[in-house]
């Protein structure tokens, strides 16, 4: 069957280089390319009777689009399966698990042959409360990774600084102390694994991924959990050596005692009302929310 196309013409690099993926608009059973989140329906429905979606956007993009499959899904049919072209600022879930040659000869082989193509099975992120339909991503965090978020996009989005160049910079100026409004400490309780942590916190971040962007991975808990997750207390210490350390690969120091902590769990229970990211997309929740992982998915690479 042939690939229903998705074209966030909207996101960053569509908008400023356009699309690679309209180039082959004859490939496809299906383009949609406008208005996109106003035909959710419609798209899922194209996407379960071709077995095939591929999506051309940012995070955010990915993140809406996956939404609506997993909340308007047919349970008599079989998820299809996706493929993520970088269109967006940052596109961290495309890097990692989308086309990682992304040129108009890139997008043409995946379409030549895509049995031949790396398969890769991810299960996402489900965020759930109660007054809200459930939200699916791949990188959600609490406390200190979204105001970093937000002063990259306020800071540095704006005057023109993008990719991973602005995300290194936000990351740069949230670990080094000198500016609270950036990263300061909120409270929290979370439960994970049978314990609860609790008080003042600086961040959570959790994920499915299998790498970070840039080469920072922090996460070194162990354990057969589908979510990887971090915790840092807000009386952290040395965070600026840690992330170095981490962004070098140094994995196997245990990092309690500054404050630190890396688990590997099935669920998390929040209960929690300060600043909430999912897929560099903010959110607002009820205080009290679950995150757990899906069951995979497949991506065609």
Known sequence: MKPVFIVNTLSETVAKKGSKLKLFSDRASKVFDEH?????????RAGQNSG????????GTTQGILTAFFNHFEPDKTMPRFSLLPGGMTNQVAKNIGLKAFTARGVEALLRHPHDRKQTQMPLIKVSCVAFPDLYGFLFSTGGVPMVTKYTKDELHSRGIGGSVAVVGGIIKGISGKNDSVLRPTEIAVQLNGKKLEGSHLGTLVTTLPSLLLGLDPFWGRGDGALRMTYVDGGAKHLAAHVTALWAGRKRTDRRADGLHSFRTDALLYDYNGPIVLDGEPLSLDAQFSVTATAPITFVS
């Open 36 to 44: 996109i989140f106003d035909q959710l329906d419609e798209i899922v």
């Open 52 to 59: 095939w979606v591929i999506i051309e956007g940012g995070d």
